[in-house]
């Protein structure tokens, strides 16, 4: 017999016609997300940042571990930092590390070394992932499922960051680990990505590109 605890669900059903019309418009909403690469450097209050944060906080995860850490960078000379270290291995890559075949479809995005929205977005949320967690006794504790954790959240904060009138950019410079040192992160954190957050530019542009058809991708049986 154990003693953990367990409380009601707080659950309040809907009807269909109202569950139809909250998909329909979120579905709607999501169809206008795009990933920016030229941001504005407007500010954006803070916390409208801290409640997507605690929105993705709520996201499952194995065993509950919560295996995730936010790291939300404003300050503009570690942006700089970020900025210089990741084009830095960013040009390694093009140059030396990336094979043709993943050239060649990154060339209609239109991406290179370059990484001006490191600096001229209002925030950086660099995301860690943690492969193990110290107690508060100092006993290392194993975290599970941690990719699968993190990736969800990551994805509960920019559907959160969308509908709250923002736009995003997943970033991921490889390798990352410079992310460790300038933000003084313990190596039990695996840097997972960086989440460029803000408004866009007034003249930004984004590839016309088209998501893959819903037969393509779904099997109903």
Same mark, same amino acid.
């Given at each position: 017999?154990?003693?953990?605890?367990?409380?009601?669900? *707080?659950?309040?059903?809907?009807? *269909? @016609?109202?569950?139809?019309?909250?998909?329909?418009?979120?579905? =709607?909403?999501?169809?206008?997300?795009?990933?920016?690469?030229?941001?504005?450097?407007?500010? #954006?209050?803070? *916390?409208?940042? =801290?409640?997507? $944060?605690?929105?993705?906080?709520?996201?499952?995860?194995? &065993?509950?571990?919560?295996?995730?850490?936010?790291?939300?960078?404003?300050?503009?000379?570690?942006?700089?930092?970020?900025?210089? &270290?990741?084009? *830095?291995?960013?040009?390694?890559?093009?140059?030396?590390?990336?094979?043709?075949?993943?050239?060649? &479809?990154?060339?209609?995005?239109?991406?290179?070394?370059?990484? +001006?929205f490191l600096e001229?977005?209002?925030?950086?949320?660099?995301?860690?992932?943690?492969? %193990?967690?110290?107690?508060?006794?100092?006993?290392? #504790?194993?975290? %599970? %499922?941690?990719? @699968?954790? #993190?990736?969800?959240?990551?994805?509960?904060?920019?559907?959160?960051?969308h509908q709250s009138? $923002?736009?995003?950019?997943?970033?991921? +410079?490889?390798?990352?680990?410079? $992310?460790?040192?300038? $933000?003084?992160?313990?190596?039990?954190?695996?840097?997972?990505?960086?989440?460029?957050?803000?408004?866009? &530019?007034?003249?930004?542009? #984004?590839?016309?590109?088209?998501?893959?058809p819903f037969n393509?991708?779904?099997?109903?049986?």
């Open positions: 017999m154990n003693n953990f605890i367990f409380v009601p669900l *707080e659950y309040q059903e809907l009807d *269909e @016609e109202e569950m139809l019309a909250r998909s329909s418009e979120f579905l =709607e909403r999501m169809e206008q997300r795009r990933s920016v690469r030229q941001f504005s450097s407007r500010s #954006v209050p803070w *916390e409208i940042i =801290e409640n997507c $944060l605690r929105a993705a906080a709520t996201a499952p995860s194995g &065993a509950n571990m919560q295996p995730w850490h936010y790291v939300v960078v404003s300050d503009s000379e570690l942006k700089l930092r970020i900025r210089m &270290a990741a084009e *830095e291995e960013e040009r390694e890559f093009y140059a030396n590390r990336a094979p043709q075949e993943w050239l060649d &479809a990154l060339a209609p995005l239109g991406t290179d070394a370059d990484k +001006p001229s977005a209002p925030y950086l949320i660099v995301i860690f992932a943690k492969s %193990y967690t110290i107690s508060p006794q100092g006993k290392k #504790v194993k975290n %599970y %499922y941690v990719s @699968e954790s #993190v990736g969800i959240a990551t994805g509960i904060l920019i559907t959160a960051l009138g $923002l736009a995003t950019l997943t970033h991921t +410079p490889s390798p990352m680990r410079f $992310l460790n040192q300038i $933000l003084n992160r313990p190596q039990n954190e695996h840097p997972f990505l960086i989440l460029v957050v803000g408004y866009p &530019a007034e003249d930004a542009e #984004v590839p016309k590109i088209n998501k893959k393509e991708i779904n099997t109903l049986i």
